[in-house]
């Protein structure tokens, strides 16, 4: 603001300056700030210029696209609220024509553009600036949650529980029902190749999402003689849509990890499912002793969403549910993605 003002007293020195010599000078005291009113006009129109074209957006626009409609267009709306509050007032002093005639509105119009590109280019400047160090900040931001997610991925893959768990149940199927065995490797086999596939934090389509997280409780059912029940949408997701990988598999998890189910009693998980939003739901049925990695992978799954979109997912307990509330992204968020 200093710096401004500062800018306005030299802007209006130099207009003092009418020849070469100190007879001509001729300063007004209000003349500065004049200067600095109608250069905070100027930072103003383009606050109000960008809050209509909306933040820079690398996939949207070029940069050099981008800072050119915003000069161009707050440079017309400053040129606007000038010419209109300069009409107004010459209506009220009733000197319309002395105003307003071709070489004073030609002058005028050259000082109002100059005085803009002076205070504008540097104000652009340094808007550019903010919004090269934010996009930096976002990348590396969207780099450590994609090493976290590939690290918690890797994991997955080599957790020896969750692979000797289930060859454990894979060799009593063998000799019970091949059958059913052969349906429980297929599952198996596609868990994994999902995890190797998906390893860096992607965002995937609603219904491949539905379908990996139904085979993951599907091997879990086989393991706890169906002690989980899981309610799918009714109708298909959209191919439109988008969740970061693995985020409804994890949520599915979690339920199983922390809640008790039993054949009698299965625990019932509800998926649903609008054009904007994905529900997963669970009964709670509390295990004595709390297992670990809820807080991690929800805090995760909130960093991921705070970098895909400006919509933040949804956590609702209750005595008897626990409800996750996800934000399915679009197409245009899909192509912003960092990962």
């Not at 401004?4 to 300056?17: E, I, K, N, R, W």
């Not at 039993?262 to 997963?280: F, G, H, K, W």
């Not at 996750?324 to 968020?333: M, S």
Request: proline content about 4%.
């Amino acid at each position: 603001m200093l710096l401004l003002l500062g800018f306005s007293y030299v802007m209006a020195l130099s207009y003092a300056v009418q020849g070469s010599s100190w007879e001509s000078f001729s300063f007004k005291v209000d003349g500065p700030w004049w200067l600095f009113l109608q250069s905070l006009l100027v930072i103003q129109c383009i606050r109000w210029a960008r809050g209509f074209l909306g933040p820079y957006q690398p996939s949207l626009s070029q940069i050099a696209t981008y800072y050119a409609g915003l000069w161009v267009g707050s440079l017309l709306f400053f040129l606007v609220l000038m010419k209109g509050s300069g009409l107004l007032i010459a209506l009220a002093f009733d000197n319309v024509a002395r105003n307003f005639n071709t070489y004073t509105l030609l002058f005028s119009t050259l000082a109002d553009v100059l005085l803009f590109s002076l205070v504008g280019n540097a104000y652009l400047l340094w808007q550019y600036l903010q919004d090269y160090h934010a996009l930096q900040q976002k990348a590396l931001a969207a780099e450590k949650i994609a090493i976290q997610h590939q690290y918690q991925s890797l994991k997955k893959q080599l957790d020896p529980h969750f692979l000797f768990n289930n060859l454990n149940v894979l060799s009593q199927l063998i000799g019970e029902n091949s059958l059913r065995a052969d349906r429980f490797l297929h599952k198996l086999s596609d868990l994994y190749r999902y995890t190797l596939h998906h390893q860096t934090g992607d965002l995937v389509r609603v219904n491949d999402e539905l379908i990996i997280a139904q085979n993951y409780l599907f091997l879990m059912n086989e393991r706890f003689d169906n002690s989980y029940r899981l309610v799918l949408p009714a109708t298909p997701g959209l191919d439109d849509r988008y969740v970061p990988c693995f985020s409804v598999q994890n949520l599915v998890e979690n339920a199983v990890k922390h809640n008790v189910g039993s054949p009698n009693a299965p625990l019932l998980i509800t998926i649903r499912q609008t054009p904007d939003e994905l529900m997963v739901e669970n009964e709670r049925r509390t295990r004595p002793r709390k297992s670990d990695g809820l807080g991690i992978g929800l805090e995760n799954l909130q960093k991921q969403y705070a970098i895909l979109s400006d919509r933040a997912i949804q956590i609702k307990q209750t005595e008897t549910s626990f409800r996750v509330i996800l934000p399915l992204l679009t197409v245009a968020e899909y192509e912003r993605s960092p990962y």
